[in-house]
């Protein structure tokens, strides 16, 4: 209770209070590790799918045979989105950026949801395989708003292949989905991160799963939190060329300038996603004509590790991704609606795991204002 | 860092935890004063209206005339919502709860503001006033989807009157007007409570105002949260007559069901809003011929406290606002929204005022699930 002035100490932003115990995922951040459900990242990205892997996150296990049918079902079960919704995305897209699009987009879905105000656990569930069914063809429908084009319908079942076929009106490569395919699945959970929070404390109102994934993007817009990746990307397409690297990174850290891309609050080893995206980022942008992209890419890398390395600055999963998006052929506008694609896994399986033994989300504020009681002087007589 | 399995004690729900410093308000639950910027809430009830409480909270002093000519004309230079969103939300209260309706309504008005991707504090500070302008409308058109009527624009500037006028499509009297008008001072702010602190935990991250917003709506609609006064009403509407209420309530009390509208987890003494609401609610339900219903809450409150007074349970404003509400005319469908209507001042404060000294809320969660590194089995040899 807040009985006015007081001068304890806190910690701002929360920074390092715990708020939740969970059993879904932690980042190792001394020696580079991502785990989900006990599996190394490298592990999952190798061999998995972005199906298999947002199971895990949400039951705990691989699923068998009949589990992944049965789970693939339900998120096909009612995977489109209406002309209507996508004509509402069109004129979003065209005033603002397309993540309050993605935002409008998730609460517009649970107000047509007429199951939005149950909120007992499989009701819960229920609306979040749901609206995840319809993500592919929700961030495709703003590609093509973005891009001034009509809306593509694919029947294909596959997450990471519905999106890409829906996005560009064509079925992608084996390798460009394999690609894609494993980007999803680095970027599906990363701790109790700002939109993972925000969608907990929405949640624990007994609010519904649509309440909290839409907090959870309204958090994500912020360049706080989203948008490295299309910054960092800005950024290497300003440098332009490996042999520009070296003058103008060691310029802007003159300046005290920030270089996107590079450091991470938890990890003071090499990201261990970055890891794996640069690989596919080279391949990928040999093959698409965007060679000289990485090679600068690589430079810049280069360079900051000269400088900073042992600084435990190291190139972070933005770095790379940026880089495989653009050579995907997408509008780095659309890099941050990508992110939410993947990441609605991590929201959904830990709001849905707070749920299980729910408390509702309420600190404290200090207090460090009037106590008065001061009196109330009419408008007229106020100087 | 997360590191594994750890066994530390930690805040469920952040019980307790500093999150935040604030000069905009605070509740004083063991003396019953509940404070915005110094004044205590029965004189602003008194002699106040929104609009001045809504300045007050924002910039931390009543204004002089010519800093509310100014506020208010900012407020009104942009207050209608358009024929396109009201279809939208006709759409979204057939389907579901008006909260979600009212979450997607401000996430649509945010998509269409062309500023929404500017996170100084200018432009924040001018979103907050150009979604506030908007809201009396917003809920009002709400409103009017409820009830399958056509939306009303009216030109009134004034908060209250314009949202009841558009709400029902004729002037309020004076005393609906003065009663309504002292609901919205009321509810305007009440602590950093789990919508505030989500609006928060949004805007942290630098996102814009109506994602902040929407984050809070998206909280608010949380039946923890909002919607108690609903639940009270219908209470007391079950329990139909005076006479009832003495076994109704002891019957309810021995199968431990909660009574809704009564006791606070601030407020050890009577809810001071509780005492202003009740006399408007008295004289309120005379006139509208809600006598029976008035009488009712009377009876229920003197069996309450003889019972549970000395624990410190008594009625809070959820009990007396229901009868407010319902009295002037509105479906209790509406009650969540009109509380939203009047936060939104508390939201966009509270909001406005982290921003200025701003830090990314990003607590910990506590990892005690399998550490691994377990072997991935493909698909096909899972049992």
Known sequence: ?????????????????????????????????????????????????????????????????????????????????????????????????????????????????????????????????????????????????????????????????????????????????????????????????????????????????????????ASLKGPLHGGANEQALANLERIGSPKNADNIISEMLEKKEKIMGFGHRVYKVYDPRAKILKEYAKKLAEETGHSELFETAEEVERVMINKLGTKGIFPNVDFYSGIVYKSLGFDPRLFTPIFALSRISGWFARSFEYLHDNRLFRPRSMYKGEVGPLKYVPLQDRK
């Open 1 to 217: 209770m807040i009985t006015g002035n007081q001068n304890t100490d806190y910690a701002r932003g929360l920074e390092g209070v715990v708020a939740a115990e969970t059993r879904i995922g932690f980042v190792d951040g001394i020696n580079g590790r991502l785990v989900y459900r006990g599996y190394n990242i490298e592990e999952l990205a190798e061999s998995s799918t972005f199906e298999e892997v947002s199971y895990l996150l949400l039951y705990g296990t691989l699923p068998t045979k009949a589990e992944f049918e049965k789970f693939t079902a339900r998120l096909n079960a009612d995977n489109r989105i209406d002309d209507h919704l996508f004509k509402a995305l069109q004129e979003c897209t065209k005033a603002s950026h397309p993540m309050s699009a993605l935002r409008t987009g998730v609460s517009y879905l649970g107000s047509m949801d007429k199951d939005s105000n149950k909120y007992d656990l499989p009701s819960q569930e229920a609306m979040g395989l749901r609206l995840m069914g319809k993500f592919p063809s929700l961030v495709a429908a703003i590609n093509r708003s973005l891009q001034g084009k009509p809306m593509v319908r694919s029947n294909e079942p596959n997450y990471t292949v519905r999106f890409l076929e829906e996005s560009f009106g064509k079925k992608p490569t084996e390798f460009e989905t394999k690609v894609f395919r494993t980007a999803l699945i680095l970027h599906a959970d990363h701790g109790m991160n700002a939109s993972t929070f925000a969608s907990m404390v929405t949640i624990s109102t007994l609010s519904d799963m649509y309440s909290a994934i839409t907090s959870a993007i």
